[in-house]
Nanobody
Framework: QVQLVESGGGVVQAGGSLRLSCAAS????????MGWFRQAPGKEREFVAA????????KYADDVKGRFTISRDNAKNTVYLQMNSLKPEDTAVYYC?????????????????WGRGTQVTVSS
């Protein structure tokens, strides 16, 4: 497993932007597929975006496609989620997760490492 710590959450007005970061510790980070998930109050956790171990393949949930961008820097053991054109319905706790299989999976069962989350609040 890798240890993951998210940062960059906060309060932003609708239409604004935030960049989330997820710092990983562990020598195997570069072999991990990485994902971002989110959970809003009263709702189940849902997939947001994922990136393969090399960064060559990315996947997005339909409702964030074109607005969010996932990227990674293996030299810095960090994965990012750039969020633009934020909407109130993007309000949630955002979690970073690691998949030892290396693939950009959409299912949370593929991930064995999770951060504690960072709160994103979008006001209207």
């Amino acid at each position: 497993q890798v240890q993951l710590v998210e940062s960059g959450g906060g309060v932003v007005q609708a239409g604004g932007s935030l960049r989330l970061s997820c710092a990983a510790s562990g020598r195997t980070f570069s072999s991990y597929g990485m994902g971002w998930f989110r959970q809003a109050p009263g709702k189940e956790r849902e997939f947001v975006a994922a990136i393969s171990w090399s960064g060559a393949i990315t996947k997005y949930a339909d409702d964030v496609k074109g607005r969010f961008t996932i990227s990674r820097d293996n030299a810095k053991n960090t994965v990012y989620l750039q969020m633009n054109s934020l909407k109130p319905e993007d309000t949630a706790v955002y979690y970073c997760a690691g998949n030892p299989g290396g693939a950009p999976g959409r299912l949370d069962v593929s991930y064995d490492s999770w951060g504690r989350g960072t709160q994103v609040t979008v006001s209207s």
